[in-house]
């Protein structure tokens, strides 16, 4: 992060703390788009994202006076987004795991092969299988396009985790198609 | 494996995974209204319904403890004067002994309204706010606040009111019953249902309402 950024960020934050209605939106249109986008990402729901990205950003501003700019203010607010969605995450799980039971659960073995449909698909439910540790570092990483420091960043792991995390999640999602998609994958 | 297998798998896992949870246009304007409107609704209720009875409960404490100092201070005063006098005639202790009373009840009166019209509102609040699983811990302490102030004025004892003696008892047994729940922070139906018992069995609203003038009736109750 560059000295010049660090500044903008403390000016806009010092702003929206004196009470300026728009620095509050500037602040909140330079970060929305990734930290929305993000949120989708890891909810799979344009409701739930919305939710969270919302949640979010009052959070941000409930806690701005505590920003102390010793990160960007971009990691610090998806510090709190990552937060917010893992939580909410963990609730509808538990909701949707209560009612697993009673609907009917796709058949993935039985639909035919094929590279773009299925074998997405597959891929698509081993994401979701990855550990709450795992799953947001490939997604930040592989789906997003984030790189190590800001996972590291947001997520408050070393850099070194961050690629370790990453590495295990690939060669998981590797195992996983293996069966699927043959030696081509694994 | 070989690293450039790996490679090569890992570049089509990348491939494969860009259309992951794909996102369609993010709904700026609508997000930030909420935004906007759920901030609005967390602060500024919070702070004008929560903030005003807490400072009315320390004013109420303040002219309770002024009142009950000035009454015993006039109460003494006015038995010393009447031990001089009834060294020479008698009748002057009647004479001070009615105003002495006329006094520390008016103060203690007072005080009293207070307190019942305090009580109104915690009774209110904390039923809107139960209601809505909103009970928080300035709830606890506003009803913690008023259970000490309600059995300090049990204690004085100087309510000769049969009617405020019962309502301040039965506001005893409430406003514990409300402490405890506050303090357990559960919102369990079962307690909040013997809550609503003990305040329509006793009465307590009716009686509050009806003991209360008009004017001492905090606003918005």
């Known amino acids: 992060m560059t000295e010049n950024a660090r500044l903008i960020d403390r000016q806009l934050v010092h702003r929206c703390l004196a009470g300026e209605p728009q620095a509050e939106r500037a602040l909140y249109d330079a970060h929305v788009e990734r930290i929305y986008r993000l949120m989708h990402r890891m909810a799979g729901d344009a409701d739930l994202a919305a939710d969270f990205t919302q949640e979010a950003f009052i959070r941000a501003f409930e806690r701005l006076e505590q920003f102390r700019g010793d ?27 209560r009612t697993e039971n009673i609907e009917d659960t796709p058949d993935l073995a039985a639909r035919p092969v094929g590279f773009s449909g299925d074998l997405k698909l597959r891929l698509y439910t081993a994401i979701d299988a990855l550990s709450e540790k795992l799953r947001p570092v490939f997604v930040m990483h592989d789906v997003e396009g984030y790189t190590h420091e800001e996972i590291a960043g947001t997520l408050g792991i070393p850099v070194g985790t961050s690629k370790a995390r990453l590495f295990d999640a690939r060669a998981k999602l590797r195992l996983a198609l293996a069966a699927f998609a043959g030696d081509s994958i694994a | 494996m070989t690293i450039d297998k790996d490679d090569r798998a890992d570049g089509m896992l990348i491939e494969a995974s860009r259309d992951y949870n794909a996102p369609a ?60 006098a009834n060294t020479t005639t008698a009748p002057a202790t009647t004479a001070t002994g009615p105003e002495s009373d006329a006094s520390g009840s008016l103060s203690y009166k007072l005080v009293v309204q207070k307190h019942l019209a305090n009580s109104e509102a915690l009774i209110t609040s904390f ?28 204690a004085s004892g100087t309510s000769s009111d049969p009617t405020i003696k019962r309502l301040l008892s039965d506001l005893d047994l409430v406003l514990t019953q409300i402490k405890l729940y506050t303090a357990r922070g559960t919102n369990d139906a079962d307690d909040l249902d013997l809550i609503e018992e003990s305040i329509n069995s006793r009465g307590v609203m009716t009686k509050l309402r009806s003991t209360l003038p008009a004017r001492t009736l905090p606003a918005g109750t």
């Open chain 1, 71 to 97: 990160s960007s203010l971009a990691t610090w607010l998806h510090t709190i987004a990552v937060s917010v969605a893992l939580n909410g995450m963990r609730k509808v799980k538990r909701i949707r795991s």
């Open chain 2, 25 to 84: 246009a993010v709904p700026r304007d609508a997000m930030w209204a909420r935004i906007e409107a759920a901030r609005k609704s967390r602060l500024a209720p919070k702070r004008s319904r929560w903030i005003w009875p807490s400072a009315a409960v320390a004013a109420a404490a303040v002219i309770m403890a002024v009142g009950v100092v000035v009454g015993r201070r006039w109460e003494r005063g006015s038995s010393r004067a009447g031990l001089a």
């Open chain 2, 127 to 154: 039923r809107s706010a139960a209601k809505r699983g909103e009970v928080d811990a300035q709830l606890r302490d506003w009803s913690k606040d008023m259970l000490s102030t309600t059995r300090m004025l049990e």
